[in-house]
């Protein structure tokens, strides 16, 4: 079934709609409710800022509060639909801009008037095929962004690791998608590549744990909220980053204790 349906913003006093915590298909409907339908202005923290058809200002803080989120799993989702190319997002220290990708596509339609004017069934078919016209572009492009994700993941792996896995591979992909539908993101699975070859990428007994069933397996997120030791990562800026994990002795109470300093350089 395909088609339009006109959905009023007063769904919003709704106490359907209200009930916390919002899904993901909530979510992103709140999302196409609130950006403006229209040029104008907005008024966002003691400033006024000129807002394009599509855009909103608002903060994480406010979405999280909205949808009855955490502010992580707000900024997980961001980056999820950016990923997707259904959002365009710009951050500052001041506010978060969000941008409906192709807004027009949600918004204009033809209008009641000319629905009712041309009413012959050669007209029906027309806007039919351009419906089914639509649902092809959007299902070619899901399936595109849906690949594009695994090559800069194995992309980044083979370049920490000096490894060859290829994007191709199902096992793989199936690892990456799991790991997806728990929120997590791009910056998640490169911060594991970081943990882990930084742990295990001069360890002989451990270096063939670099891999992805290893890696993306259900232990992702304990890697993830690992800390750090030893090795290299690479900066904000492009600098190399390396990490040393020297063991210091001192005497405390008769016993002598392991304290771990950890030092950064950029080389």
């Known amino acids: 079934m395909a088609g339009w349906i006109s959905l009023h913003r ?7 709609w209200q009930d916390k915590p919002f899904s993901k298909g909530q ?19 003691d400033a006024v800022y000129d807002v394009e058809r599509g855009q909103k200002i608002t903060s994480e803080l406010k979405l999280a509060d909205r949808w009855g989120w955490s502010r992580t799993k707000v900024r997980r ?4 639909l950016e990923m997707e190319q259904m959002l365009i997002v710009k951050r500052d220290n001041r506010k978060t801009v969000i941008e409906v990708a192709n ?5 204009d339609t033809n209008t009641t008037e000319n629905t009712s004017e041309n ?33 800069p993941i194995i992309d980044y792996l083979n370049l920490k690791c000096n490894t060859k896995y290829k994007t191709s ?7 990456i ?21 930084a742990e295990w990428l001069n360890d002989e007994k451990m270096v063939k744990f670099l891999r992805p069933e290893t890696l993306f397996s259900n232990k992702f997120e304990s890697y993830l909220n690992q800390q750090q030791k030893g090795g290299e990562t690479i900066g904000k800026y492009g600098n190399r980053i390396k990490f040393s994990v020297p063991k210091v002795e001192r005497e405390d109470n008769g016993k002598s204790l392991d304290e771990e300093i950890t030092e950064l350089e950029l080389i």
Request: glycine share 2%.
């Open 119 to 151: 009413t012959t069934d050669d007209t029906a078919d027309v806007q039919q095929k351009n419906i089914n016209n639509n649902i092809n572009k959007d299902n070619k492009l899901n399936k595109v962004n849906k690949n594009n994700i695994y090559s």
């Open 169 to 175: 591979s199902a096992k793989t992909k199936s690892l």
């Open 103 to 107: 807004y027009s596509k949600y918004q």
């Open 27 to 45: 979510a992103w409907i709140d999302i196409l409710l609130m950006v403006n339908y229209e040029r104008g202005k907005a008024y966002f923290r």
């Open 177 to 197: 998608d799991a790991r997806i539908k728990e929120d997590f993101t791009l910056d998640d699975f490169k911060k594991v590549i970081d943990v882990k070859s």
């Open 10 to 16: 007063s769904i919003w006093e709704n106490w359907v």
């Open 77 to 80: 989702f961001l980056n999820d």
